[in-house]
């Protein structure tokens, strides 16, 4: 819905003006919120060299003012020694910054965190809309003060092969009744949840996590596996990049190819590219094969975790609605099928009349749900996350 044209523009204008000059005026330095901002800091070990980058942070979190019923592309910053109002990439809001430093001007993009600090904003905030608006399954972590860009550089590196054979094998069973609903954490076939940290590992932690299940359905040992040794020694023969990305097939073959992956006590995570380190007498698992799903089919999806195990999927991640997920079932209809991250579904079922794939995600256990997070099930493949589903063997 855009601002409407003639005189009925400027009614809304008006409005506008009068709703954010009244929500400035009761609008006071609260220590409380100081307290909380501190708190913040210091539980995900914030730091900000630029004062701007502070203030920008510290009004994400707690300075949201105006909810605004027509989508205003201000841009603009109104800046004095109290208030800078930013306007909003999306509907909806217009957002308050409480300034402790004086500037006489100063335009949109003067820092990378004020690229997004409003649209992270205004989805933190939809959160709790008292209008009901927006989604409501998210929340502020240790990602919030992180640009799209960021995530996706840092985080977010999976590399589907441009050019491949698809090792397409599975046989689907349509007349199969699968359970309503599946985990693999009651069975003990999940490790716990990792932190890959600055290092676009996810594809790594995707691979081990599914291998890690099918060790312990063969073997009764639950044992994490190497995610560094696939970053250090699944390289270029592989097509995988360690930090800078790789894909799980590819992992998967390395193992096979190795004749073993290292366990994760002998071979421990380092967050970035390293010399490669396998020693055969520290081998945890083998792999013999795997298979890849069909794109697309969230029923041959639903079947494989069913009846093998988890499997390693990619998702689309780059929208601020899923790195700052926390409960609920994730649907965001901008979500695309381009898949740019590796994550691992470890079951599925319903919540409130809403089917949803459960998946472990390896962003530490302050993402989500305690690292999981409940991706929208049987809604049209939603964030691509069947196009390139695949699970090893033992």
């Known amino acids: ?109 003067t820092s990378i965190l004020l690229r997004e600090t409003a649209r992270n904003v205004i989805n933190f905030t939809l959160t709790r809309s008292p209008l009901g608006l927006g989604p409501r399954f998210q929340g502020m972590n240790h990602l919030g003060d992180r640009t799209s860009e960021e995530v996706m550089s840092l985080m977010s590196s999976l590399r589907v092969p441009s050019q491949w054979q698809r090792n397409v094998t599975y046989k689907s069973n349509p007349n199969q009744i699968l359970p309503d609903s599946v985990d693999w954490r009651e069975k003990g076939c999940v490790t716990e949840v990792k932190y890959q940290g600055a290092c676009g590992s996810c594809w790594a932690f995707s691979a081990v996590g599914a291998l890690e299940a099918q060790l312990k359905l063969k073997t009764g040992k639950l044992v994490s596996l190497s995610a560094q040794n696939l970053v250090d020694c699944s390289n270029e023969k592989y097509s995988n990049k360690g930090c800078n990305g790789g894909f799980m097939t590819r992992a998967f073959q390395y193992i096979i190819d190795n004749k073993g992956i290292d366990s994760e006590a002998s071979y421990p995570y380092k967050a970035m590219d390293g010399k490669c380190r396998y020693d055969p007498k520290n081998r945890a698992a083998t792999c013999s094969k795997y298979t890849e799903l069909p794109y697309g089919s969230e029923v041959a999806l639903a079947e494989a975790v069913a009846n093998k195990g988890p499997v390693s999927v990619g998702v689309d991640a780059s929208r601020p609605t899923f790195f700052l997920y926390k409960s609920g079932v994730y649907f965001d209809p901008s979500c695309t099928q381009n898949v740019n991250h590796g994550v691992l579904v470890i079951g599925y079922g319903k919540l409130n009349g809403k089917d949803y794939w459960l998946v472990k995600n390896s962003w530490g256990v302050n993402f989500g749900d305690q690292g999981y997070i409940r991706m929208a099930r049987n809604s049209g493949n939603h964030c691509g996350i069947a196009s390139f589903p695949s699970y090893p063997e033992i």
């Open 1 to 109: 819905m855009g601002v409407p044209a003639g005189p009925s523009r400027m009614t809304w204008v008006v409005w506008v003006l009068l709703l954010c000059t009244s929500a400035m005026a009761q609008l006071h330095k609260d220590p409380t919120l100081d307290n909380h901002w501190d708190l913040w800091k210091k539980t995900y070990g914030r730091q900000y060299k630029e004062k701007v980058d502070e203030i920008a942070m510290q009004a994400m979190r707690f300075q949201t003012v105006c909810f605004l019923p027509v989508q205003i592309l201000f841009f603009q910053q109104c800046c004095n020694q109290y208030y800078s109002l930013i306007s909003c990439q999306m509907p909806f809001l217009v957002l308050e910054i409480q300034q402790e430093t004086k500037q006489s001007s100063c335009s949109y993009g």
